[in-house]
């Protein structure tokens, strides 16, 4: 497809576009869980664990981590081994650090999670599309809420042939087209950007994905194999391990080698092993006792 000159929506235009996105939104909304709430923990952990990750995997985790850590106090207090325990699955093991350590910080401030764009973003693991998420639908305030729901709808609908368009140029319409305030109980902030989120959820079940003519987008590496995927498999061995005082390379090395082998990949050696437990304990998902590493 070639790449056609790109005129920037007028006015108009972004009229239109908005009356359709707040119809479509009212057709297509769904009543999940964590639109259930304003509590600003519960909404920043369904904005984490929704990155990357498909809304029926997170429909049942969210509450279970919530049940378990009900709040960010709770959070802050629980260890690695509890946090890393709950998150296994979800994938991307960082992200759970990263909601411990922004916890730490919010706990140590007084356990309120701040509403200010600057504050959010100051926080371990919170980007401006995270931000902008806890502000709209924990406190009804606007942003540039851009993720891959709201990039669909913006490239579907207002760059139709285009190719490569940058984020660049979708934020002033992300940021021009979002409500100021929460005047208007049916277009307001939180309302307008579920209405995006469900629209575009529906132009992936029914198209080829749009977000694919952002410049942007770049296809997920494969997990199978990866470096990524040792390294989960090491912190759920570690873990399978915790209540045994941790555990050594060796025995590592070889519950490591079976899995992969059974895989039908390459066994993996005590070095291999431990250059993946020292990059994990630089990160902080382990430390070593004597002989010994657990997490």
Known sequence: MADSPRVPPDDASLASFRALVL?????????????????????????VMLQQTQVSRVDGRWQRWLERFPTIDALAAASTT??????????????????????????????????EHADLVA????????????????????GVYLETNVRTVMLHELYPDAVQVPDRELIPLVEATCPPDASNPEDDPRTWYYAL????AYLKRTLPNPSRRSSGHVRQSRFEGSHRQKRAMVVRLLLAHRDDGGVGPDM????????????????????????????????????????????
């Open 23 to 47: 119809r479509r939104g009212r057709e297509l909304y769904r009543d999940l869980p964590w639109r259930r709430t304003r509590d600003p923990y519960a909404i920043w952990l369904s904005e």
């Open 123 to 142: 926080l371990p693991g919170i980007g401006p599309a995270t931000a902008a998420g806890i502000r709209a639908f924990a406190y009804d305030l606007p």
């Open 197 to 200: 989120l469900d629209y575009g």
């Open 82 to 115: 509890d946090v890393l325990d709950e998150w296994q699955g979800m994938g991307y093991n960082r992200r759970a650090l990263a909601l411990r350590m922004a916890a730490q910080a919010v706990s140590a401030q007084g356990g309120v999670m701040p509403c």
């Open 252 to 295: 590592l090395a070889r519950e490591l080698s079976a899995q992969e082998v059974r895989a039908g990949r390459d066994p993996m050696g005590k070095n291999d092993v431990t250059s993946l437990l020292e990059e994990l304990a630089r990160e902080g998902f382990c430390h070593r006792e004597g002989d010994l590493w657990q997490t």
